[in-house]
């Protein structure tokens, strides 16, 4: 009877911590993002110098419609943020490569597909990399932000069709 007891005990146990995991990592995702969201404001400030005249436009609204999405285009901005100089980018590179590991473990335990991402990095984007730096760090910001406010998003895999999102 006891030992019955200790079984059920130990299944509810186990479903309990299975149905709770989820949220829990969507919760470190949401630090992550949080955190990286810092950095940038403090390296825009330390770093980059830009007169608040100059305006860059409303920028690219990626639209997050599911965690592969996600992960694709953090991915893309990753590799945009490689391109030199960048000695003071690598916490946010840092930050990124954990958060993107964090989002490949979720989408593995949920069945999702990832592509095998590898685009190379466009002639424009170095000759000019300061700006090229600057503007892709203000793309970050505003996708991590933006994911913040949708962390529902990551509960399924995708909406579109991933190969969209590599279009130049």
Same mark, same amino acid.
């Given at each position: 009877?006891?030992?019955?007891?200790?079984?059920?005990?130990?299944?509810? +146990?186990?479903? +309990?911590?299975?149905?709770?995991?989820?949220? +829990?990592?969507?919760?470190?995702?949401?630090?992550?993002?949080?955190?990286?969201?810092?950095?940038?404001?403090?390296?825009?400030?330390?770093?980059?110098?830009?007169?608040?005249?100059?305006?860059?436009?409303?920028?690219?609204?990626?639209?997050?419609?599911?965690?592969?999405?996600?992960?694709?285009?953090?991915?893309?901005?990753?590799?945009?943020?490689?391109?030199?100089?960048?000695?003071?980018? /690598?916490?946010? /590179?840092?930050?990124?490569?954990?958060?993107?590991?964090?989002?490949?473990?979720?989408?593995?335990? /949920?069945?999702?597909?990832?592509?095998?991402?590898?685009?190379?990095?466009?002639?424009?984007?170095? +000759?000019?990399?300061?700006?090229?730096? @600057?503007?892709?760090?203000?793309?970050? /910001?505003? @996708?991590?932000?933006?994911?913040?406010?949708?962390?529902?998003?990551?509960?399924?895999?995708?909406?579109?069709?991933?190969?969209?999102?590599?279009?130049?």
């Amino acid at each position: 009877m006891q030992s019955s007891l200790i079984f059920c005990f130990l299944i509810t +146990a186990l479903v +309990a911590v299975s149905i709770s995991r989820p949220t +829990a990592t969507e919760e470190r995702i949401r630090i992550m993002a949080r955190t990286t969201i810092t950095r940038i404001k403090k390296i825009k400030d330390e770093h980059f110098q830009m007169s608040p005249e100059i305006d860059f436009g409303p920028g690219i609204d990626t639209p997050i419609d599911g965690l592969t999405s996600v992960f694709v285009h953090l991915s893309y901005l990753q590799l945009r943020l490689r391109v030199p100089p960048a000695q003071h980018l /690598q916490q946010v /590179q840092v930050d990124l490569e954990t958060l993107l590991r964090t989002l490949e473990g979720l989408a593995i335990s /949920q069945g999702c597909p990832l592509p095998n991402l590898e685009a190379p990095v466009h002639k424009h984007e170095t +000759a000019f990399p300061i700006t090229s730096n @600057y503007l892709y760090l203000l793309e970050l /910001q505003r @996708y991590l932000e933006k994911l913040c406010l949708n962390m529902d998003k990551l509960k399924w895999c995708k909406d579109t069709d991933v190969t969209q999102t590599f279009i130049f």
